[in-house]
């Protein structure tokens, strides 16, 4: 069990090495242009290059995304509480989110620029658009799954419908809710970047416009790069407190 805990902890880290070995090789085997597709050297070497300007734009897209990201929780944690505890709000309001998950977000960005100009506005909202629905979604469906076997045990014992959702209902919707926050950050990200690659003059998405417009290829992946690292890292601190708060959820966790 050790070892195998171990092989999972280096997994990530060893197919990534792997990948960019294997990225390396063949576009120095091959020969290929770094002004068509960089090496892994070039982009690393624009990374230390450009560290200072990379790092300002970095910081601006991740405060960007975690504000976005944060109106998310709240909209979609009260949203999916009222979805998921009334089979009437779920009938009325289920269908309609449904639908508007399915516009392209990217198509708001030209409307929130008229509304609210150029800058982080824009790209706040955007990050919220797109990543509210799977943090809705999952705690609707924490709720709307509790077991109707357990809420009649509940009523039996004196508990009132806001006993079982708030006691009951939310503390089991929890594992829900951190593998909504983990797929949800990865989008605000996204949201954010292309936002920001239309309507901002400053952030990692700005950086692209900027690195592709000049031809500066290794500067575009090592921007991308970075976009990535900073979801990564997001994405493992919900998953360590996912472990450290609904280990109850995960099986055989009493014996780890």
């Given at each position: 069990?050790?070892?195998?805990?171990?092989?999972?902890?280096?997994?990530?880290?060893?197919?990534?090495?792997?990948?960019?070995?294997?990225?390396?090789?063949?576009?120095?085997?091959?020969?290929?242009?770094?002004?068509?597709?960089?090496?892994?050297?070039?982009?690393?070497?624009?990374?230390?290059?450009?560290?200072?300007?990379?790092?300002?734009?970095?910081?601006?897209?991740?405060?960007?995304?975690?504000?976005?990201?944060?109106?998310?929780?709240?909209?979609?944690?009260?949203?999916?509480?009222?979805?998921?505890?009334?089979?009437?709000?779920?009938?009325?309001?289920?269908?309609?989110?449904?639908?508007?998950?399915?516009?392209?977000?990217?198509?708001?960005?030209?409307?929130?620029?008229?509304?609210?100009?150029?800058?982080?506005?824009?790209?706040?909202?955007?990050?919220?658009?797109?990543?509210?629905?799977?943090?809705?979604?999952?705690i609707a469906t924490g709720?709307?799954?509790?077991?109707?076997?357990?809420?009649?045990?509940?009523?039996?014992?004196?508990?009132?419908?806001?006993?079982?959702?708030?006691?009951?209902?939310?503390?089991?919707?929890?594992?829900?809710?951190?593998?909504?926050?983990?797929?949800?950050?990865?989008?605000?990200?996204?949201?954010?970047?292309?936002?920001?690659?239309?309507?901002?003059?400053?952030?990692?998405?700005?950086?692209?416009?900027?690195?592709?417009?000049?031809?500066?290829?290794?500067?575009?992946?090592a921007g991308l790069i970075?976009?990535?690292?900073?979801?990564?890292?997001?994405?493992?601190?919900?998953?360590?407190?996912?472990?450290?708060?609904?280990?109850?959820?995960?099986?055989?966790?009493?014996?780890?």
């Open positions: 069990m050790k070892h195998q805990k171990t092989a999972e902890r280096w997994a990530p880290w060893l197919l990534l090495l792997l990948i960019v070995l294997l990225w390396q090789i063949i576009c120095s085997g091959l020969g290929v242009s770094e002004f068509i597709f960089p090496s892994p050297w070039a982009i690393g070497h624009q990374l230390y290059e450009f560290a200072g300007t990379i790092a300002m734009h970095a910081w601006h897209t991740y405060w960007v995304t975690m504000a976005g990201f944060a109106l998310a929780i709240v909209v979609g944690v009260l949203l999916g509480f009222l979805i998921g505890s009334s089979r009437l709000a779920y009938a009325a309001f289920y269908p309609l989110m449904t639908a508007f998950n399915a516009l392209p977000k990217a198509a708001f960005v030209p409307i929130l620029v008229v509304w609210f100009g150029i800058g982080a506005g824009p790209a706040i909202l955007t990050a919220f658009l797109i990543s509210f629905f799977p943090i809705m979604v999952n709720l709307a799954t509790l077991e109707p076997e357990l809420e009649d045990v509940l009523r039996v014992l004196g508990a009132k419908r806001w006993d079982v959702l708030i006691k009951v209902g939310l503390p089991r919707s929890l594992p829900y809710f951190y593998g909504s926050l983990k797929v949800a950050i990865t989008l605000a990200f996204v949201g954010t970047t292309v936002s920001e690659m239309t309507a901002a003059n400053e952030g990692i998405g700005y950086l692209l416009v900027s690195a592709g417009s000049s031809m500066q290829m290794g500067l575009a992946f970075v976009v990535g690292a900073m979801a990564m890292v997001m994405y493992e601190l919900f998953n360590l407190l996912e472990k450290h708060t609904t280990g109850w959820a995960r099986r055989g966790s009493q014996g780890e």
